[in-house]
């Protein structure tokens, strides 16, 4: 049984995360845990999807903690020392939901997944009727939004009548980042800040498109700065004063650098993933650092390898999903936001940019049914270095080619929807993605 992609288990409410879903792996993270967190966006599903996670949870013997509508960020701040579910689909349609389960402040792992995935398919019945946990109700958010203010308290420069706009799309955000960029001094307009899980403001993943009145609203302003979220708080997106979205990986070059040149360990690690920037890896170098790269979605386990081997994580992400280990183990789009905000205050944001070379970076995503992504990446992983047959291959994490010009490609199945992606960076980058993305149609025919 294959239940979870790389960002827990997501699909449709009708077929896919149903409620009998839910109590399945509700009481899976139940057993044999004291208690369990459970939260959720504001999609119109979270509420009886997690009262079933809830009733999966209690039947399980373990004792719940609700604490509602919240970002996926303090829901796993709240998880901090014991386990944790977050109702979320992220950045999917409105139809859509997801479980994501948490442990101790962070996503579950792979071993982790497998067992919930061997309870659900065991179909494991109720504990003894006197061993059901009991519930009681909470909310993490003041706690939660203290301790983010006090840890980008410690990043650039004051944020005394910065003038911030925050495109919360209908999300979990509206909850987190206005106030506590507003605690810290900013001026912050805040758009589309009503929690709505039919997100009629716009939709939920934050793109150039979708974010088309934060960037009208940007440039029409005095804003220093723009900030996008998803529908729940873990994504970020960057607009600057011109209402330009930022390139996710100049963003996250940016952060990296400044985490490795704070970092007093001998050897400063940004863990990120295989189709991120070279930018990244000149910017940490820069700053005496090194980047590990590990497969997307899988943040968590190349944060603990590296700990394991005596290594130092001054930082980790991927693209638009950053993770702050001072701060916590979870992907945190809140933080993020606050400490970019506080470094615009300090640097601006064009000297921010300035030493970030910035090649032409393209990602193509190439339709592709979700039972024919094997066999089109077995295709893709014999063809596609037999037409760039200069470059070198690794394919521990899809197929990345590395070509000796410098400019790199990679393509990879998406873990959570219908997809092949395609990721270019390279000074004809539009042929190059051309000339890749028609292999990969082939591939997919071919299946």
């Given at each position: 049984?294959?239940?979870?992609?790389?960002?827990?288990?997501r699909?449709?409410?009708?077929?896919?995360?149903?409620?009998?879903?839910?109590?399945?792996?509700?009481?899976?993270?139940?057993?044999?845990?004291?208690?369990?967190?459970?939260?959720?966006?504001?999609?119109?599903?979270?509420?009886?999807?997690?009262?079933?996670?809830?009733?999966?949870?209690?039947?399980?013997?373990?004792?719940?903690?609700?604490?509602?509508?919240?970002?996926?960020?303090?829901?796993?701040?709240?998880?901090?020392?014991?386990?944790?579910?977050?109702?979320?689909?992220?950045?999917?349609?409105?139809?859509?939901?997801?479980?994501?389960?948490?442990?101790?402040?962070?996503?579950?792992?792979?071993?982790?997944?497998?067992?919930?995935?061997?309870?659900?398919e065991?179909?494991?019945?109720?504990?003894?009727?006197?061993?059901?946990?009991?519930?009681?109700?909470?909310?993490?958010?003041?706690?939660?939004?203290?301790?983010?203010?006090?840890?980008?308290?410690?990043?650039?420069?004051?944020?005394?009548?910065?003038?911030?706009?925050?495109?919360?799309?209908?999300?979990?955000?509206?909850?987190?980042?206005?106030?506590?960029?507003?605690?810290?001094?900013?001026?912050?307009?805040?758009?589309?800040?009503?929690?709505?899980?039919?997100?009629?403001?716009?939709?939920?993943?934050?793109?150039?498109?979708?974010?088309?009145?934060?960037?009208?609203?940007?440039?029409d302003?005095?804003?220093?700065?723009?900030?996008?979220?998803?529908?729940?708080?873990?994504?970020i997106?960057?607009?600057?004063?011109?209402?330009?979205?930022?390139?996710?990986?100049?963003?996250?070059?940016?952060?990296?650098?400044?985490?490795?040149?704070?970092s007093?360990?001998?050897?400063?690690v940004?863990?990120?993933?295989?189709?991120?920037?070279?930018?990244?890896?000149?910017?940490?170098?820069?700053?005496?650092?090194?980047?590990?790269?590990?497969?997307?979605?899988?943040?968590?386990?190349?944060?603990?390898?590296?700990?394991?081997?005596?290594?130092?994580?001054?930082?980790?992400?991927?693209?638009?999903?950053?993770?702050?280990?001072?701060?916590?183990?979870w992907?945190?789009?809140v933080?993020?936001?606050?400490?970019?905000?506080?470094?615009?205050?300090?640097?601006?944001?064009?000297?921010?940019?300035?030493?970030v070379?910035?090649?032409?970076?393209?990602?193509?995503?190439?339709?592709?049914?979700?039972?024919?992504?094997?066999?089109?990446?077995?295709?893709?992983?014999?063809?596609?270095?037999?037409?760039?047959?200069?470059?070198?291959?690794?394919?521990?994490?899809?197929?990345?080619?590395?070509?000796?010009?410098?400019?790199?490609?990679?393509?990879?199945?998406?873990?959570?929807?219908?997809?092949?992606?395609?990721?270019?960076?390279?000074?004809?980058?539009?042929?190059?993605?051309?000339?890749?993305?028609?292999?990969?149609?082939?591939?997919?025919?071919?299946?």
């Amino acid at each position: 049984m294959d239940l979870f992609g790389t960002a827990g288990i997501r699909g449709s409410v009708e077929t896919d995360v149903t409620p009998e879903l839910a109590v399945a792996v509700g009481r899976a993270v139940g057993r044999g845990a004291e208690e369990v967190v459970v939260g959720r966006d504001g999609r119109t599903t979270g509420a009886g999807l997690a009262a079933a996670v809830e009733a999966g949870a209690l039947s399980g013997g373990a004792s719940v903690r609700r604490v509602g509508v919240v970002p996926t960020p303090a829901l796993a701040f709240a998880s901090r020392g014991r386990r944790g579910v977050m109702l979320t689909a992220s950045h999917n349609p409105p139809e859509d939901n997801g479980i994501k389960p948490f442990v101790d402040g962070v996503e579950y792992d792979g071993a982790a997944e497998r067992t919930v995935e061997r309870r659900v398919e065991a179909g494991d019945g109720p504990v003894a009727w006197d061993a059901w946990g009991d519930r009681r109700e909470s909310s993490p958010l003041p706690d939660y939004r203290e301790a983010v203010a006090d840890y980008a308290r410690g990043f650039g420069g004051a944020l005394d009548g910065l003038r911030v706009v925050v495109d919360c799309g209908n999300g979990t955000g509206a909850l987190a980042t206005p106030a506590v960029l507003r605690d810290l001094g900013a001026r912050v307009a805040a758009l589309h800040a009503n929690v709505d899980g039919h997100f009629p403001g716009r939709g939920s993943k934050p793109t150039p498109d979708s974010l088309s009145d934060l960037r009208r609203f940007v440039a029409d302003g005095d804003a220093a700065l723009g900030i996008g979220h998803d529908g729940d708080a873990d994504r970020i997106v960057i607009v600057d004063g011109s209402g330009e979205v930022v390139h996710e990986d100049t963003v996250l070059a940016v952060v990296a650098e400044r985490y490795v040149r704070a970092s007093d360990a001998a050897d400063p690690v940004v863990v990120t993933t295989p189709n991120a920037s070279a930018r990244i890896d000149e910017r940490v170098d820069a700053a005496g650092g090194r980047v590990e790269r590990v497969a997307l979605g899988a943040l968590h386990e190349g944060i603990a390898d590296v700990r394991e081997s005596g290594g130092t994580v001054a930082f980790a992400a991927e693209p638009w999903k950053h993770v702050h280990p001072d701060f916590g183990g979870w992907i945190d789009g809140v933080v993020s936001a606050v400490v970019i905000a506080r470094l615009v205050a300090a640097e601006g944001l064009p000297g921010l940019r300035a030493p970030v070379t910035e090649r032409p970076y393209r990602k193509v995503s190439v339709p592709c049914p979700d039972d024919a992504k094997a066999a089109a990446m077995d295709r893709i992983e014999r063809s596609l270095p037999e037409t760039f047959p200069a470059a070198s291959v690794d394919t521990g994490h899809g197929v990345r080619l590395d070509r000796p010009d410098g400019s790199w490609l990679l393509v990879r199945p998406s873990g959570t929807e219908p997809y092949v992606r395609l990721y270019v960076e390279s000074e004809d980058v539009g042929d190059l993605a051309a000339e890749a993305r028609a292999v990969i149609e082939r591939a997919i025919e071919a299946t």
